[in-house]
């Protein structure tokens, strides 16, 4: 015998399944929003190029200086010496940069070289891409 006065089953599961997509919406937020703030590297606010032995011309560094000076809202006196410092300190900070390069491409070129005598030609043509390398001193390398 069927009672008339219950609802069809769909409607009785509504809730349930607006729950459901509730919860995987906000997960799926909740995901996103740790990824991005996170887990993502993050390229800092200030500070040079990510692009190793990239030069940067005085209009570079002059933006860098008014771009701290409106961040931190510095005087015109404070604007003038960090401006100064900044021209001071440029070409040794500079050196640091380019001799912590050299460190750097010393300690990997023996294991980077053994990584190459076990890729296939092919390979090595997709790790150079990957790496950014070029391809020629890659082949050097080995």
Same mark, same amino acid.
Do not use: C, W
């Given at each position: 015998?069927? +009672? !008339?006065?219950?609802?069809?089953?769909?409607?009785?599961?509504?809730?349930?399944? !607006?729950?459901?997509?509730?919860?995987?919406?906000?997960?799926? !937020?909740?995901?996103?929003?740790?990824?991005?703030?996170?887990?993502?590297?993050?390229?800092?606010?200030?500070?040079?190029?990510?692009?190793?032995?990239?030069? !940067?011309?005085? +209009? +570079?560094?002059?933006?860098?200086?008014?771009?701290?000076?409106?961040?931190?809202?510095?005087?015109?006196?404070?604007?003038?010496? +960090?401006?100064?410092?900044?021209?001071?300190?440029?070409?040794?900070?500079?050196?640091?940069?380019?001799?912590?390069?050299?460190?750097?491409?010393?300690?990997?070129?023996?294991?980077?070289?053994?990584?190459?005598?076990?890729?296939?030609?092919?390979?090595?043509?997709?790790?150079?891409?990957?790496?950014?390398?070029?391809?020629?001193?890659?082949?050097?390398?080995?």
């Amino acid at each position: 015998m069927t +009672v !008339l006065n219950d609802p069809p089953s769909s409607s009785r599961d509504r809730p349930g399944v !607006l729950t459901l997509l509730a919860a995987v919406l906000f997960g799926a !937020l909740l995901g996103i929003s740790v990824d991005r703030l996170l887990l993502l590297p993050r390229r800092p606010e200030f500070g040079p190029p990510a692009i190793p032995g990239a030069e !940067l011309s005085p +209009v +570079v560094r002059e933006m860098f200086v008014r771009r701290l000076t409106s961040a931190l809202d510095l005087t015109e006196e404070q604007h003038v010496a +960090v401006a100064a410092l900044v021209e001071r300190e440029y070409p040794r900070v500079r050196a640091a940069g380019d001799s912590a390069r050299l460190v750097f491409e010393r300690a990997t070129l023996e294991p980077r070289s053994a990584l190459l005598k076990i890729l296939t030609p092919e390979q090595r043509v997709r790790f150079a891409r990957m790496t950014g390398l070029n391809l020629d001193s890659l082949q050097r390398i080995r």
